[in-house]
Nanobody, 122 residues
Framework: QVQLVESGGGLLQSGGSLRLSCAAS????????MGWFRQAPGKEREFVAA??????NTYYGDFVEGRFTISREGATVYLQMNDLKPEDTAVYYC?????????????????WGQGTQVTVSS
């Protein structure tokens, strides 16, 4: 069992930056690949970024366009978000999987955090 706790969300103006954190705990948690997803009101939960335990490779949603960076230090995963836009407003979720591939697909993640709200005003 893996527990995930996100933090770092908040309210900020367009163009600002935030760093989200996801503290993972549980058995062999450092061996999981980690991802970030987000869900805006009335929309599907979408892939934001992921980092592979196996290769260290990182993956990003198309909308990121170089603005976000995912990283990890031990059992904590970060999402650095720069140049935020109002359309980035959403609840951001951290997720963990022991699958080696398909890290952009939410159905392959086994564990989810409770989410942290990010609100970007224009």
């Amino acid at each position: 069992q893996v527990q995930l706790v996100e933090s770092g969300g908040g309210l900020l103006q367009s163009g600002g930056s935030l760093r989200l954190s996801c503290a993972a705990s549980g058995r062999a948690v450092s061996r999981y690949s980690m991802g970030w997803f987000r869900q805006a009101p009335g929309k599907e939960r979408e892939f934001v970024a992921a980092i592979s335990y196996y290769s260290g490779n990182t993956y990003y949603g198309d909308f990121v366009e170089g603005r976000f960076t995912i990283s990890r230090e031990g059992a904590t995963v970060y999402l650095q978000m720069n140049d935020l836009k109002p359309e980035d407003t959403a609840v951001y979720y951290c997720a963990a999987t022991n699958q080696p591939l398909r890290l952009t697909l939410r159905r392959f993640y086994d564990y989810w955090g409770q989410g942290t709200q990010v609100t970007v005003s224009s």
